[in-house]
Protein backbone atom coordinates (compact mmCIF):
# COMPACT_ATOMS: atom_id res chain seq x y z
CA UNK A 1 0.00 0.00 0.00
CA UNK A 2 1.42 3.45 -0.84
CA UNK A 3 1.18 5.79 1.53
CA UNK A 4 2.50 9.25 3.04
CA UNK A 5 5.59 9.11 5.27
CA UNK A 6 5.92 11.46 8.09
CA UNK A 7 9.13 12.03 9.95
CA UNK A 8 9.62 12.58 13.24
CA UNK A 9 6.48 10.87 14.91
CA UNK A 10 6.90 12.52 17.90
CA UNK A 11 9.63 15.82 18.80
CA UNK A 12 9.82 17.32 21.94
CA UNK A 13 12.01 20.53 21.87
CA UNK A 14 12.55 23.67 23.60
CA UNK A 15 11.00 27.39 23.01
CA UNK A 16 13.58 29.29 20.65
CA UNK A 17 14.89 25.66 19.41
CA UNK A 18 14.08 24.79 15.11
CA UNK A 19 11.91 22.15 13.97
CA UNK A 20 11.96 20.35 10.73
CA UNK A 21 9.30 17.93 9.87
CA UNK A 22 9.73 16.02 6.95
CA UNK A 23 7.19 14.39 4.18
CA UNK A 24 7.38 11.94 1.88
CA UNK A 25 4.32 11.99 -0.61
CA UNK A 26 3.15 8.82 -2.15
CA UNK A 27 4.92 8.56 -5.84
CA UNK A 28 3.47 10.11 -8.36
CA UNK A 29 1.07 13.29 -6.21
CA UNK A 30 1.72 16.64 -7.58
CA UNK A 31 0.00 18.02 -4.79
CA UNK A 32 1.32 18.47 -1.11
CA UNK A 33 -0.68 19.77 1.80
CA UNK A 34 0.30 20.91 5.09
CA UNK A 35 -2.16 20.79 8.36
CA UNK A 36 -1.98 21.49 11.84
CA UNK A 37 -4.36 20.05 14.58
CA UNK A 38 -5.02 20.84 17.83
CA UNK A 39 -7.78 20.60 20.26
CA UNK A 40 -8.71 24.65 20.07
CA UNK A 41 -8.56 25.17 16.55
CA UNK A 42 -9.53 21.67 14.83
CA UNK A 43 -7.85 20.64 11.54
CA UNK A 44 -6.29 24.29 10.07
CA UNK A 45 -4.50 24.61 5.97
CA UNK A 46 -1.00 25.82 6.85
CA UNK A 47 0.51 25.42 3.45
CA UNK A 48 -0.22 23.58 -0.16
CA UNK A 49 1.88 22.81 -3.04
CA UNK A 50 1.04 21.75 -6.55
CA UNK A 51 3.67 20.08 -8.46
CA UNK A 52 6.39 21.94 -6.08
CA UNK A 53 4.81 25.22 -6.38
CA UNK A 54 3.54 26.47 -3.36
CA UNK A 55 0.11 27.88 -4.06
CA UNK A 56 -1.67 29.10 -0.74
CA UNK A 57 0.47 29.68 2.71
CA UNK A 58 -1.73 31.90 4.06
CA UNK A 59 -2.75 29.84 6.71
CA UNK A 60 0.59 29.88 8.22
CA UNK A 61 2.72 32.35 10.95
CA UNK A 62 5.20 33.88 8.35
CA UNK A 63 7.66 35.33 10.77
CA UNK A 64 8.72 31.47 12.29
CA UNK A 65 7.10 28.79 9.46
CA UNK A 66 8.38 28.20 6.10
CA UNK A 67 7.41 25.02 4.13
CA UNK A 68 9.35 23.89 1.44
CA UNK A 69 9.19 21.31 -1.64
CA UNK A 70 13.25 20.45 -2.35
CA UNK A 71 12.25 17.74 -4.71
CA UNK A 72 9.39 15.85 -5.74
CA UNK A 73 9.47 13.32 -2.96
CA UNK A 74 10.32 15.92 0.18
CA UNK A 75 8.55 18.21 1.37
CA UNK A 76 9.47 20.12 4.49
CA UNK A 77 8.06 22.20 7.32
CA UNK A 78 10.42 24.23 9.72
CA UNK A 79 9.46 26.46 12.73
CA UNK A 80 12.25 28.92 13.68
CA UNK A 81 11.85 30.01 16.55
CA UNK A 82 9.64 27.61 18.29
CA UNK A 83 7.06 28.72 20.71
CA UNK A 84 4.78 26.52 23.24
CA UNK A 85 1.73 27.43 21.19
CA UNK A 86 3.08 25.21 18.30
CA UNK A 87 2.57 22.23 19.83
CA UNK A 88 0.29 20.43 17.73
CA UNK A 89 0.14 17.47 15.10
CA UNK A 90 1.56 18.07 12.38
CA UNK A 91 -0.16 16.39 8.81
CA UNK A 92 1.14 15.97 5.36
CA UNK A 93 -1.12 14.91 2.97
CA UNK A 94 -0.77 14.60 -0.81
CA UNK A 95 -3.01 14.18 -3.81
CA UNK A 96 -2.98 13.23 -7.39
CA UNK A 97 -3.84 16.72 -8.70
CA UNK A 98 -6.74 18.87 -7.96
CA UNK A 99 -10.18 17.11 -7.10
CA UNK A 100 -8.86 14.19 -6.14
CA UNK A 101 -8.82 13.10 -2.34
CA UNK A 102 -5.81 14.02 0.15
CA UNK A 103 -4.18 11.09 1.68
CA UNK A 104 -2.66 11.93 4.80
CA UNK A 105 0.62 10.95 6.78
CA UNK A 106 0.38 9.84 11.03
CA UNK A 107 1.39 13.22 11.63
CA UNK A 108 4.31 14.67 13.75
CA UNK A 109 3.19 15.30 17.20
CA UNK A 110 5.23 18.30 18.23
CA UNK A 111 5.51 19.30 21.99
CA UNK A 112 7.64 22.75 22.81
CA UNK A 113 8.24 23.11 26.30
CA UNK B 1 -15.68 32.09 4.21
CA UNK B 2 -15.76 28.67 3.61
CA UNK B 3 -17.16 26.98 7.06
CA UNK B 4 -18.00 22.83 7.70
CA UNK B 5 -19.84 22.73 10.18
CA UNK B 6 -20.89 18.99 12.31
CA UNK B 7 -22.10 17.77 15.70
CA UNK B 8 -19.52 17.16 18.28
CA UNK B 9 -20.42 13.69 19.38
CA UNK B 10 -22.56 10.66 18.70
CA UNK B 11 -22.97 7.17 20.83
CA UNK B 12 -24.36 4.58 19.48
CA UNK B 13 -25.07 0.60 20.35
CA UNK B 14 -23.17 -2.14 18.55
CA UNK B 15 -25.26 -3.14 15.91
CA UNK B 16 -27.62 0.08 15.56
CA UNK B 17 -26.77 1.82 12.36
CA UNK B 18 -25.10 5.28 13.08
CA UNK B 19 -25.75 8.79 10.72
CA UNK B 20 -23.41 11.75 10.79
CA UNK B 21 -24.33 14.65 9.71
CA UNK B 22 -22.27 18.00 8.05
CA UNK B 23 -23.12 21.11 6.42
CA UNK B 24 -20.94 23.20 4.46
CA UNK B 25 -21.36 26.64 3.25
CA UNK B 26 -19.22 26.67 -0.24
CA UNK B 27 -22.15 26.28 -3.60
CA UNK B 28 -19.24 25.45 -5.58
CA UNK B 29 -17.71 22.65 -3.86
CA UNK B 30 -17.15 19.77 -6.40
CA UNK B 31 -16.19 16.84 -4.12
CA UNK B 32 -16.89 16.55 -0.57
CA UNK B 33 -15.35 13.89 1.98
CA UNK B 34 -15.68 12.09 4.71
CA UNK B 35 -12.52 10.61 6.55
CA UNK B 36 -12.05 8.70 9.91
CA UNK B 37 -9.54 9.58 12.43
CA UNK B 38 -8.65 6.94 15.04
CA UNK B 39 -6.39 7.93 18.11
CA UNK B 40 -2.92 8.45 17.24
CA UNK B 41 -3.48 7.86 13.50
CA UNK B 42 -3.49 10.43 10.58
CA UNK B 43 -7.23 10.63 8.92
CA UNK B 44 -8.36 7.78 6.59
CA UNK B 45 -10.25 8.58 3.37
CA UNK B 46 -13.47 6.43 3.76
CA UNK B 47 -15.47 7.48 0.84
CA UNK B 48 -15.99 10.92 -0.85
CA UNK B 49 -19.12 12.01 -3.58
CA UNK B 50 -19.17 14.05 -6.60
CA UNK B 51 -21.32 17.17 -5.71
CA UNK B 52 -23.53 16.17 -8.98
CA UNK B 53 -24.21 13.04 -7.10
CA UNK B 54 -27.01 12.44 -4.28
CA UNK B 55 -26.30 8.83 -3.19
CA UNK B 56 -23.33 7.21 -2.75
CA UNK B 57 -23.28 3.15 -1.02
CA UNK B 58 -19.85 1.72 -0.55
CA UNK B 59 -20.55 -1.83 1.33
CA UNK B 60 -21.68 -0.68 5.06
CA UNK B 61 -20.69 3.46 4.14
CA UNK B 62 -23.91 5.51 2.41
CA UNK B 63 -23.21 9.00 1.64
CA UNK B 64 -26.35 11.24 0.99
CA UNK B 65 -25.84 14.46 -0.21
CA UNK B 66 -28.57 17.42 -0.32
CA UNK B 67 -27.30 19.77 -2.46
CA UNK B 68 -30.09 22.70 -1.89
CA UNK B 69 -29.78 22.85 1.40
CA UNK B 70 -26.24 21.95 1.61
CA UNK B 71 -26.22 19.43 3.77
CA UNK B 72 -24.22 15.91 3.62
CA UNK B 73 -24.77 12.23 5.79
CA UNK B 74 -22.32 9.37 6.49
CA UNK B 75 -24.80 6.66 7.43
CA UNK B 76 -23.03 3.20 8.54
CA UNK B 77 -24.59 -0.15 8.96
CA UNK B 78 -24.34 -2.58 11.40
CA UNK B 79 -22.16 -0.07 13.34
CA UNK B 80 -19.11 -2.04 15.13
CA UNK B 81 -17.21 -1.19 17.94
CA UNK B 82 -13.78 -0.98 15.17
CA UNK B 83 -15.80 2.31 13.83
CA UNK B 84 -15.48 4.76 17.37
CA UNK B 85 -13.31 7.17 15.90
CA UNK B 86 -13.39 10.83 15.27
CA UNK B 87 -15.33 11.05 11.85
CA UNK B 88 -14.48 14.37 9.55
CA UNK B 89 -16.77 15.74 7.03
CA UNK B 90 -14.96 18.16 4.67
CA UNK B 91 -15.17 19.88 1.56
CA UNK B 92 -13.01 20.94 -1.57
CA UNK B 93 -13.72 24.79 -1.98
CA UNK B 94 -13.17 26.50 -5.69
CA UNK B 95 -9.11 27.09 -4.89
CA UNK B 96 -8.74 23.16 -4.40
CA UNK B 97 -8.32 24.03 -0.69
CA UNK B 98 -9.70 21.09 1.24
CA UNK B 99 -12.04 22.76 4.47
CA UNK B 100 -12.52 20.44 7.14
CA UNK B 101 -15.42 20.43 9.87
CA UNK B 102 -14.44 19.76 13.62
CA UNK B 103 -15.18 16.01 13.70
CA UNK B 104 -17.77 13.96 14.86
CA UNK B 105 -16.68 11.61 18.09
CA UNK B 106 -18.41 8.44 17.18
CA UNK B 107 -18.84 6.16 20.15
CA UNK B 108 -19.83 2.40 19.59
CA UNK B 109 -21.82 0.63 22.99
CA UNK B 110 -21.02 -2.88 23.37
Known amino acids: DARVTQTPRHKVTEMGQEVTMRCQPI?????VFWYRQTMMQGLELLAY????????DSGMPKDRFSAEMPDATLATLKIQPSEPRDSAVYFC???????????FGNGTRLTVT | GEDVEQSLFLSVREGDSSVINCTYT??????LYWYKQEPGAGLQLLTY?????DMKQDQRLTVLLNKKDKHLSLRIADTQTGDSAIYFC??????????FGSGTRLLVRP
Open chain 2, 49 to 53: IFSNM
Open chain 1, 49 to 56: FRNRAPLD
Open chain 2, 26 to 31: DSSSTY
Open chain 2, 90 to 99: AEMDSSYKLI
Open chain 1, 27 to 31: LGHNT
Open chain 1, 93 to 103: ASGLGFNSPLH
